[in-house]
């Protein structure tokens, strides 16, 4: 039903993936950059470079963290809830691992959609234009897919949608935040910065930002990919769980 939905509306979806960045590249990146490389201290800050390649990558992956957030709670909850769409698929052949194998594909490519928009933007811009772009890409959809996992098991777990909400505001806005795409981590006050190293998408942030700059070493890529498949193993086993329990209740 969602890729029926989608062949409707891919046009439109197209042309938003391409222009939100856009919009948001050139407000925050250009316009807010310009007052911030006019600081003699930013430059230090920032690693040397200009406030648009710091900002750039990171859009990445706050772009797929929001796309798996808006997709995987009242999406996910309708598919049990009001559309039918999980008992549906399970009234036939395929299991639950198989359902949420299905729906982690159909975010991917919907994620895939908006951070490959992104990833456009990115070229356009002569200090964002790197070959670094093209691995920033799944790096980005390897943070998105993190989100998907806990996001789509709490969303399957629910009866009733009222704490959407507040996962929104209390767990999503914050990390978008503080995430490190917008500031380095090393801003924030001393008691914070440990709680956004372990969260998922500074990591996701310090492997596109890595990727495109060219600042990723081994040791490093082996770091931040390994505390994201850490963070999105057990949400995938615990989504498959949740799955299950409720379409063979």
């Not at 891919?10 to 006019?38: A, C, E, H, Y």
């Not at 929001?66 to 008992?87: I, R």
């Not at 990390?175 to 190293?197: E, K, N």
């Not at 996701?204 to 931040?224: N, P, Q, S």
Request: with cysteine; hydrophobic share 55%; charged share 10%.
């Amino acid at each position: 039903m969602q890729s029926l939905l989608l062949k409707r509306i891919w046009k439109t979806n197209l042309t938003l993936s391409f222009l939100q960045p856009l919009f948001f590249f050139l407000g925050m990146g250009l316009g807010v950059g310009s007052l911030v490389n006019d600081r003699p201290t930013s430059a230090e800050a920032l690693g040397n470079v200009s406030y648009v390649a710091f900002l750039g990558p990171g859009l990445l992956a706050t772009t797929a963290m929001l796309t798996a957030a808006g997709e995987s709670l009242w999406p996910v909850l309708g598919g049990f809830k009001w559309d039918g769409t999980y008992e549906a698929m399970a009234a036939t052949r395929l299991t639950a691992a198989q359902v949420v194998r299905g729906q982690f594909l159909w975010l991917a490519v919907r994620m895939g959609i908006a951070v490959g928009g992104v990833a456009v933007v990115l070229a356009v811009h002569p200090d964002t234009r790197t070959w670094g772009v093209l691995p920033a890409v799944p790096a980005a959809l390897l943070c998105g897919l993190v989100f998907t996992a806990w996001l789509t098991a709490w969303a399957a777990s629910r009866e009733y949608d009222s704490s959407f909400s507040m996962v929104q505001r209390m767990v999503v806005t914050p990390l978008f935040l503080f995430g490190g795409a917008f500031y380095p981590v090393d801003s924030l006050p001393d008691w914070l910065r440990p709680v956004a190293w372990v969260t998922p998408l500074w990591h996701g942030v310090e492997l596109c930002r890595g990727f495109v700059l060219h600042t990723l070493g081994a040791a490093d890529l082996l770091l931040h990919v390994s505390v994201l498949v850490v963070w999105l193993v057990p949400g995938w086993i615990v989504c498959n769980r949740f799955f299950a329990r409720r379409l063979y209740r």
